[in-house]
T-cell receptor, first 116, second 115 residues
Framework: AQTVTQSQPEMSVQEAETVTLSCTYD???????LFWYKQPPSRQMILVIR??????QNATENRFSVNFQKAAKSFSLKISDSQLGDAAMYFC?????????????FGQGTELSVKP | GAVVSQHPSRVICKSGTSVKIECRSL??????MFWYRQFPKQSLMLMAT?????????EQGVEKDKFLINHASLTLSTLTVTSAHPEDSSFYIC???????????FGSGTRLTVV
């Protein structure tokens, strides 16, 4: 069974600085999708970024980028120029194969605080 | 963009009663929806996968008779918590998978309190 691990329960960053959130996963599949979701205090889940495992190029969305290391099964999220609105819980997620339901398996989450 | 409406956002019920939570995809058809449970400061725990027109698939350890899931149409899935007890108090979130199979939209969640 696939597992997702986020080893940083809490992280803090100064406004305008850069922070990296870690995520590792375990799978025997060769093709899969990985996601980072943001959950602000409203608790609405918001997609931050998505990475297809077959793509070697790291995904980027404005200030958000990932460092995808397939061999190491690592999928970290880098937030550049951090803003106060970035403060939230961040969840790394793995999408299982469609034959297993195509469901998302979430890591434990990292609570990010942004200091002004 | 894809929108999923989840109602109610908050509900308080008495112990022993049942409560229904609705999850509706507003602008796309969702053949598959997922139901999660989340405790404060914790991750989302998948409870079940809901497929339109068929029985839901429950994760190990989730009581099927307590958490009834119905997915009668391509836009609506419901979760009914039967004979609720205080330990069922939690935050419940639904998610609809897009037809491209790679996108997911989440509802805004339901905070259930059983007194």
């Amino acid at each position: 069974a696939q597992t997702v691990t986020q080893s940083q329960p809490e992280m803090s960053v100064q406004e305008a600085e850069t922070v990296t959130l870690s995520c590792t996963y375990d799978t025997s599949e060769s093709d899969y999708y990985l996601f980072w979701y943001k959950q602000p205090p409203s608790r609405q889940m918001i997609l931050v970024i998505r990475q297809e495992a077959y793509k070697q190029q790291n995904a980027t969305e404005n200030r958000f980028s990932v460092n995808f290391q397939k061999a190491a099964k690592s999928f970290s999220l880098k937030i550049s120029d951090s803003q106060l609105g970035d403060a939230a819980m961040y969840f790394c997620a793995y999408r299982t194969d469609y034959n297993q339901g195509g469901k998302l398996i979430f890591g434990q989450g990292t609570e990010l605080s942004v200091k002004p | 963009g894809a929108v999923v409406s989840q109602h109610p956002s908050r509900v308080i019920c008495k112990s022993g009663t049942s409560v229904k939570i609705e999850c509706r995809s507003l602008d796309f058809q969702a053949t598959t929806m997922f139901w999660y449970r989340q405790f404060p400061k914790q991750s989302l725990m998948l409870m079940a996968t809901s497929n339109e027109g068929s029985k839901a698939t429950y994760e190990q350890g989730v009581e099927k008779d307590k958490f009834l899931i119905n997915h009668a149409s391509l836009t609506l899935s419901t979760l009914t918590v039967t004979s609720a007890h205080p330990e069922d108090s939690s935050f419940y979130i639904c998610s609809a998978r897009h037809t491209d199979l790679y996108g997911y939209t989440f509802g805004s969640g339901t905070r259930l309190t059983v007194v």
